[in-house]
């Protein structure tokens, strides 16, 4: 069993920055792909970004390819995003989640993939 708690998020102006932090229990994070996934109020949750157990292998949404990074501390059981260049149509909850499957580059973005969940965190970005 992962629990995953989600930190960082807050109110930002347009153009602004945050680092998101997922924080994962357990003693076998460093073998979890993790990802990011978001939902604004009245969507649906949408994929963000996804890294690899060794972190060598990530996959962004187009949305965000070239504003947000992803990357992880196997050491301290963390993984962040990094959310440059903020837009107010980045403004949503965003989540963590893990799983311990073996992913294509393909499947990284399918959030019925994923078994563990955090609460998520709330991004506001006024313009």
């Known amino acids: 069993q992962v629990q995953l708690t989600e930190s960082g998020g807050g109110l930002v102006q347009a153009g602004g920055s945050l680092r998101l932090s997922c924080a994962a229990s357990?003693?076998?994070?460093?073998?979890?792909?993790m990802s990011w996934f978001r939902q604004a109020p009245g969507s649906e949750r949408e994929f963000v970004a996804a890294?690899?157990?060794?972190?060598?292998?990530?996959r962004f949404a187009d949305s965000v390819s070239g504003r947000f990074t992803i990357s992880r501390d196997n050491a301290q059981n963390t993984a962040y995003l990094q959310l440059n260049s903020l837009k107010p149509e980045d403004t949503a909850v965003y989540y963590c989640?893990?799983?311990?499957?073996?992913?294509?580059?393909?499947?990284?973005?399918?959030?019925?993939?994923?078994?563990?969940w955090g609460q998520g965190t709330q991004v506001i970005v006024s313009s």
């Open positions: 989640a893990a799983t311990g499957r073996a992913l294509t580059w393909i499947l990284m973005s399918s959030s019925a993939i994923y078994d563990y």
């Open positions: 890294i690899g157990p060794g972190g060598r292998g990530t």
């Open positions: 357990g003693r076998t994070f460093s073998s979890y792909s």
